[in-house]
Nanobody
Framework: QVHLVESGGGLVQAGGSLRLSCAAS????????MGWYRQAPGKQRELVAH???????NYADSVKGRFTISRDNAKNMVYLQMNSLKPEDTAMYYC????????????????WGQGTQVTVSS
């Protein structure tokens, strides 16, 4: 069982930046994939970015060049640095863990945080 707690969301103007943090209850060095997903009202949850234990990363096309995912194995933390934010980035952001790559890289794992709201005003 992996417990995840997100923080760092808030209200920001378009063009601004936020850094989301995800604290894990387990040693993330043992978790194959950590990811960030988001869900806007009326839309499906979508992958934002993920990072593997080998530090390979993948990003949604809509955030490439603006967002950066990183992990600090010593602190059991995963971060999402979000720059040049746009109103369309407004959503609830969720941290996700897939310790054993149970579902492959294209699907989320079983463990979710409670989410942190990001609102970007125009």
């Amino acid at each position: 069982q992996v417990h995840l707690v997100e923080s760092g969301g808030g209200l920001v103007q378009a063009g601004g930046s936020l850094r989301l943090s995800c604290a894990a209850s387990e040693r993330i060095i043992n978790i194959h994939v950590m990811g960030w997903y988001r869900q806007a009202p009326g839309k499906q949850r979508e992958l934002v970015a993920h990072i593997t234990s080998g530090d390979s990363t993948n990003y949604a096309d809509s955030v490439k060049g603006r967002f950066t995912i990183s992990r600090d194995n010593a602190k059991n933390m995963v971060y999402l640095q979000m720059n040049s934010l746009k109103p369309e980035d407004t959503a609830m952001y969720y941290c996700n863990a897939d310790p054993g790559l149970k579902y492959g890289l294209d699907s989320p794992g079983d463990y979710w945080g409670q989410g942190t709201q990001v609102t970007v005003s125009s």
